[in-house]
């Protein structure tokens, strides 16, 4: 049950990643690492600066990676419960299926996004105009890529519409951006017995019954992490302090950048903003960043390179190789004088040879 008065939470993370393949065929997106952290770990952070410590967690693809990664999140600040869905319920259904743990105004997140929005004025605004779902709201460059949402001057939505096939169908530059303020009496709306889509039905529903609906669209970092590139992306945003969660890199830091219990042979450089985890090992004369995210446990030959690439725990960088603005998963082996370059994503395992070099 939940506690009376309490904010609460629920991050939808029952996809299996698709998206974001091949760094999720060995791991959950869950806990896909950003800066040596999962993912969640910065929604986390987020709920906790805006008072709300009662998470529910609505996932199905391998729940027992995520449950061994976060546990009950107590030492990541929120208390954390499981909804495990043993059938795909889609993102309606995901909510509806955790409604027992739920009541008052909750706060619902795609588990995909990375964004600082300030949730108490969210929050403040819901509570301003009586309404009864918020939806935060995005503006974007290029919408073609999202689902479009329409509101009225005085914010009220009016449509929701699907991704747009050519431009004359752009009618708005604002795209549902994936936090949601939902009074937790209207979930009983959603059908318990099959999946549903809380973009496509539920919240059309509501407007279609004239049900007080509002978009909250701030000034906000913002960015959906559901792609390798953009995955990337976010951890140089994050590095470079362009988003405004408070939680740091684990390690100390030391001269910009953040760092473990590691080995530094002579003449090895670690340049900032950079992260580079506990037990790396790090060889003669070698050159760590700027913008290198270095997981725990990797090792990495003399005079390698790596720069504004992320690489994932134990993996084996060979002497002299090259990694520039790439990913590289865990337990990989990079080859000697190996380079591998920009946009490049290689999975869990992967193999590169000496002197090998791969491109996009």
């Known amino acids: 049950m939940a506690v009376a008065g309490a904010l609460q939470a629920v991050i939808l993370a029952g996809g299996q990643g698709t998206r974001l393949r091949p760094l999720t065929l060995s791991r959950a997106k869950p806990v896909v690492p950003l800066l040596n952290r999962p993912i969640l770990a910065y929604q986390f952070a987020l709920l906790r600066a805006h008072g709300v410590s009662d998470v529910v967690l609505a996932c199905s693809y391998r729940v027992a990676d995520v449950r061994a990664a976060l546990g009950d999140a107590e030492h990541l600040g929120v208390k954390l419960r499981y909804v495990v869905e043993h059938e795909p319920l889609g993102t309606g259904g995901g909510v509806r299926n955790a409604s027992d743990l739920l009541s008052g105004t909750l706060f619902v997140l795609n588990g995909d996004i990375l ?3 300030d949730l108490t004025a969210m929050r403040k605004r819901h509570e301003e105009r009586g309404s009864r779902t918020t939806i935060f709201l995005q503006s974007v460059s290029d919408p073609r890529q999202y689902g479009l949402v329409e509101s009225d001057p005085s ?27 939902i009074d937790a009496d ?3 709306r959603i059908s318990p017995d099959r999946p ?21 669209c701030p000034t906000a970092y913002w960015r959906d992490i559901g792609n390798p ?16 969660i408070p939680l740091s890199p684990p390690g100390k830091q030391v001269d ?26 790090l060889g003669p004369r070698c050159r760590v960043g700027p ?5 725990d446990g990797v090792r990495i030959g003399a005079d390698a390179r790596i720069e504004g690439a992320v690489v994932w725990e ?21 080859g000697a004088h190996a380079h591998v370059g920009p946009e490049v994503v290689l999975e869990s395992g992967a193999v590169v040879a000496d002197r090998a070099t791969l491109t996009r």
């Not at 169908?169 to 604002?174: G, R």
């Not at 913008?291 to 997981?295: D, H, L, R, T």
């Not at 134990?314 to 990079?334: P, Q, S, T, W, Y």
């Open 115 to 117: 964004t600082d929005a």
């Open 155 to 181: 914010g009220r939505l009016q449509r929701f519409r699907e991704k747009p096939t050519d431009d004359s169908e752009i009618t708005t530059d604002t795209i549902n951006a994936g936090i949601y303020l």
């Open 186 to 188: 209207l979930l009983r």
């Open 196 to 216: 549903s889509s809380i973009e496509r039905e539920f919240f059309p529903g509501l407007i279609g019954d004239g049900i007080p609906c509002y978009g909250w």
């Open 229 to 244: 590139s953009a995955y990337r992306a976010a951890q140089m945003d994050l590095l470079h302090g362009r988003v405004g």
């Open 256 to 281: 910009g950048s953040w760092v473990g219990n590691i080995s530094v042979a002579p003449e090895a450089r670690i340049v900032a903003p950079s992260v580079v985890g506990v037990g790396a090992t």
């Open 291 to 295: 913008g290198a995210v270095v997981g």
């Open 314 to 334: 134990r993996v084996d960088i060979g002497a002299g190789a090259v990694l520039r603005d790439c990913v590289v998963g865990a337990d990989a082996r990079i």
